[in-house]
């Protein structure tokens, strides 16, 4: 095999059935943990398309709508373990993800703030330690669902696949680092619109921009489960520690 296939492999995110339904199973608890908290706070990410659902679903009943999460949660459970895939929620695994998450979280803030210097993101005035971590969590899952899975390997699957003819190694590579660079640049604007959009300013633009390259590059190489973590992980480092 060839540096430049080498290359290329590196970039182009390769999704498989048994690591997908793996890393769905190793956030199960940033999704449950986000939805039973939600309810809770006056705002909810604005990637979750989920929870009015559910709330309506309930009949803005709060137990029955905890008992809807819940269930959720089981379900994918009983679909892991009929599945075969028991063994990917094992308390050994959940620990591994989650030691893997923090250094890169540490990476991250140590990359990002290189770029552009010391920056805090976060609402005005700090957050609660409840509100900040059930914010953190949301984040974590639902805008690594949309940048990262959705936009970065879905969209991007479909817009190689139209426009590279014949691709050579280097064209993918180009293709793709291209990509990731336009979907972080779409994942920090993101932030900057909408009713609890952050006002906009260069310095934050460029460290959220950084922030979704370090995102991207752990998703394409390690897959969703650490990207989520990573995420979750560093915001809550960010708003509550």
Partial sequence: MSAETQGAELVVPKVH??????DLGLTLPVFVGYHLGVVFLPVRNAADLLTQSLIELADHDLWLYSGLTVTVGLTFTAVLWMLG???AL???RFVGVGLEAIVYAIALRVVASSVVGGLRLGPEGGTGLFSGLVVSLGAGFYEEL???VGIYALLGRVLSLATIVNPLP???VLFWLGWATFSAALFSAWHHFGELGEPFTLRAFVFRWVSGLVFTAIFALRGFAPVVWTHALYDIWVLVL
């Fill in 17 to 22: 059935r048994e690591n997908a339904w793996t």
């Fill in 146 to 148: 949309v940048f990262r």
């Fill in 85 to 87: 895939r028991g063994q």
């Fill in 90 to 92: 094992r308390w050994q």
């Fill in 170 to 172: 280097w064209k993918r």
